[in-house]
């Protein structure tokens, strides 16, 4: 296994600045997004409960569909950022991270 | 509730955790440097360490105390999930990578890489220290709350269990080990909460579960009737001249709402309820006498199984199915929750009264609830005061779920993993994987706990109990499994806490504080003492807090991570202005001013010192929602008024 061997353990790579702000952009932004549905949620719960109540979607209420929504958008946002995050690596030893478990 | 021990269940048990500490003894022959126990030497890959910060986040609390709190109250303890998950955002989004680019060992070595200043390393060691043996409290109540109904002994036996084998892996091993218990267990605990999960759709609702081929005791409930009036109690509840029925609204029972049934030598008592139609009710409860010599009595009896003895009736169950069928059959993810939402479930509510002659009552009694009420939010007493006017009540929620969103980032066990992988391309990944899972899991706890709730397997004293005792009504096996795994979960999860503190103590304060030179062996060594002195503490604490939720002291811990650390941590990667003193003031001002807003809420006056909740100087329990912006204003205005003369010293 590859966690086995004990490498060095201070950052290999140096990203380039502008890696590194268009990902920090890139976070914050996502961030924000899913700032919203929780502190929608958050509000909706504090501020008026009884409309978590309200039946939705298969017998299911408010309450339950806007919790597993954020659960799910919790994920997919993460995916996302994996996803759109770029990777310039100038250093070659980073590929040893990359051996699958 | 006395819990009778099984040996197969033990046998399991005692299995899973020698492979542990088997696992573990194996792996520490491995890392003999100081990198290697505290960092796993920087070389995790980014699948382990992902499964493996599920392994630490899903503690004991996110195990026992969400289950739990869901099992007892329904939906509030859901909101903990969704709350514990959402603050994973701000790690991955906000906080994850620049702390990979900047730090070393520890969440210090972050903040002061670009000030080298020693007063930094003091304030984030000792609030690394204070968040870490504040998380470690619930960690232990939970390891007690398993060891109880697994092999019969008493809580600070399992406490005292759970202390002794964490100090040794600690001891032994460091954070290599740890990350791959880390692994095996949030592997695990993933796995078999989904076949738990499953087994309760299977099973699907009954309105008389039956645990051990007995049916659950069925307590009465009598009524309605129109009016509250002894005489018509008296006739319903069918009583002969020779009993005697009193209604108490006298001293400490008064407004209570009970009335005190004495037949046959026996007493009990009932509680009046009214509904909105003005109509009243009268239910039978369970109870706990604590005379002012120390003996017990459970409903007038000496706790036991022999003759002459008696015990709490386990609880939990559905009142009025859909349809008024009596069972169910096996039901599909959305059909369970939609028939629990048009059922009715008895719930419980407890009521404990001093009186004059030093003795003790808590009176445990049935709350019918309807399945709406049970799926929103409102029903915890501690979340009770959004469905009310009082605006304090509200602040005191959005308090608790801002703490939680900004908590997560800021746990000192959970900075320290994202030093265990190679590069922040693989801090990332594993923090994708880590959401992932923990997600996942979290989704299932909201099957798990309403499973608990209506398994009819219930103990009414502790809610703690709620996810082991549900698996032990579907099979000893399964509660046997469940049970290892959530002690491995409490062993990983403070070893984690502990080797985060002990690092604290060798990096921060010994080594760069008070700049005592130490070669590596010291320094591990030194590391070694530390994680023994942390782990006699938690010990203590884990036994003094025996009898809280162990989700709301999570709660608590969360908050003081945030007041303390999140401040520093996010002005220091996106304020150029940020001076050294500003974040070592923020740091000391979060901490000390969210650990004193908890000592002085009503929640501490009640639960830890017994005195008068109304008398607390604090408005509201939480302290997120003052102390947390309190970190910010503060860590603005001192580094403002210490910005150095000339510009280019802070960048």
């Known amino acids: 296994m590859a966690g086995f061997d004990h490498g060095p353990n201070e950052p290999d790579e140096q990203e380039s600045l502008e890696t590194i702000s268009r990902n920090t952009r890139l976070g914050l932004i996502l961030f924000l997004v899913y700032l919203v549905l929780y502190g929608g949620f958050v509000f909706l719960n504090t501020f008026s409960p009884a409309q978590m109540e309200v039946v939705v979607f298969a017998g299911l209420n408010l309450a339950i569909v806007y919790g597993f929504t954020l659960i799910i958008a919790a994920f997919l946002l993460a995916m996302i950022y994996g996803w759109m995050c770029r990777n310039e690596i100038t250093s070659p030893t980073a590929k040893n991270g990359e051996a699958k478990p | ?651």
């Open chain 2, 1 to 651: 509730m006395i819990y009778e021990p099984s040996f197969m269940a033990v046998l399991i048990f005692g299995a899973i955790v020698a492979v542990t500490l088997g696992l573990s003894f194996w792996l520490g022959a491995k890392a003999k440097s100081a990198k290697g126990y505290f960092a796993a030497g920087g070389g995790i890959h980014w699948f382990v360490n992902g499964v493996a910060f599920a392994g630490d986040y899903l503690s004991a609390a996110s195990f026992l105390g969400i289950c739990g709190m869901i099992a007892f109250y329904g939906y509030d303890g859901f909101l903990y999930s969704i709350g514990y998950l959402a603050g994973w955002i701000v790690a991955l989004f906000v906080i994850a990578e620049p702390l990979k680019r900047m730090g070393r060992f520890t969440f210090a070595d972050a903040l002061d890489s670009k000030f080298q200043s020693r007063g930094i390393k003091l304030a984030a060691a000792i609030s690394t220290l204070a968040v870490s043996i504040f998380y470690l409290i619930p960690q232990m109540v939970g390891a007690g709350a398993l060891i109880t109904p697994l092999l019969g002994f008493p809580h600070y036996v399992g406490v005292l269990m759970v202390g002794t084998i964490v100090i040794l892996i600690v001891v032994t091993a460091g954070m290599v080990s740890t990350t791959y218990v880390q692994f095996l267990k949030g592997s695990l605990l993933v796995i078999f909460s989904t076949i738990l999960t499953i087994l309760i759709l299977q099973r699907g609702l009954s309105t008389e579960p039956v645990n051990d081929g007995k049916t659950t005791h069925q307590f009465q409930i009598l009524g309605p009737v129109a009016a509250n009036d002894l005489q018509q109690w008296r006739s319903e509840l069918k009583l002969t001249d020779q009993d005697k029925l009193t209604s108490l609204d006298q001293g400490p029972w008064a407004k209570k709402g009970f009335l005190q049934l004495t037949r046959d030598g026996k007493t009990s008592y009932w509680k009046i309820s009214e509904n909105q139609d003005q109509q009243y009710f009268l239910s039978e409860t369970q109870y706990k006498l604590v005379t002012s010599q120390g003996a017990v009595l459970i409903n007038g009896l000496p706790q036991g199984t022999g003759e002459g003895e008696t015990d709490f009736y386990p609880v939990g169950r559905i009142s009025k199915l859909p349809g008024n069928k009596t069972e169910t059959g096996p039901l599909g993810l959305t059909s369970f929750l939609s028939t629990i939402r048009e059922s009715e479930i008895i719930l419980w509510g407890s009521d404990s009264v001093k009186e004059d002659d030093g003795s003790t009552v808590t009176i445990y009694y049935p709350k019918p609830t309807s399945g709406e009420k049970v799926l929103s939010p409102g029903n915890h007493p501690k979340f009770a005061g959004i469905r009310g006017d009082k605006f304090s009540e509200k602040l005191n929620f959005l308090s608790l779920m801002l703490a939680l969103f900004c908590g997560t980032a800021s746990l000192p066990h959970i900075l320290i993993r994202y030093y265990t992988v190679k590069d922040q391309a693989s801090a990332r990944k594993s923090t994708i994987v880590g959401i992932g899972s923990i997600g996942y899991f979290y989704i299932l706890t909201l099957f798990m706990g309403l499973g608990a709730m209506t398994s009819g397997a219930m103990d009414v004293t502790n809610s703690n109990m709620a996810a082991p005792l549900l698996a032990k009504s579907i099979g000893d096996w399964l509660f046997a499994v469940i049970s290892a795994i959530a002690f491995t979960t409490v062993l990983g999860t403070v070893s984690g806490l502990i080797i985060a503190s002990s690092g604290a103590v060798v990096h921060d304060l010994m080594s760069s504080f008070l700049k005592i030179e130490m070669n590596d062996f010291a320094k591990v060594r030194i590391a070694k003492i530390a994680s023994v002195v942390v782990g006699v503490i938690a010990i203590i604490l884990g036994i003094l807090f025996e009898k809280f939720n162990v989700n709301y002291l999570v709660g608590w811990a969360f908050s003081v991570a945030a007041s303390a650390n999140l401040p520093a941590l996010v002005m220091l990667l996106f304020w150029p202005k940020t001076t050294k003193q500003g974040i070592t003031v923020a740091i000391f001002t979060g901490m000390i001013s969210s650990l004193g807003w908890i000592l002085l809420s009503a929640d501490s006056y009640k639960g830890i010192y017994g005195w008068k909740a109304e008398d607390a100087i604090v408005p509201f329990s939480q302290p997120g929602l003052v102390t947390i912006p309190l970190g910010f204003i503060v860590l603005i205005v001192v580094s403002l008024l210490t910005q150095p003369k000339s510009e280019d010293s802070v960048n």
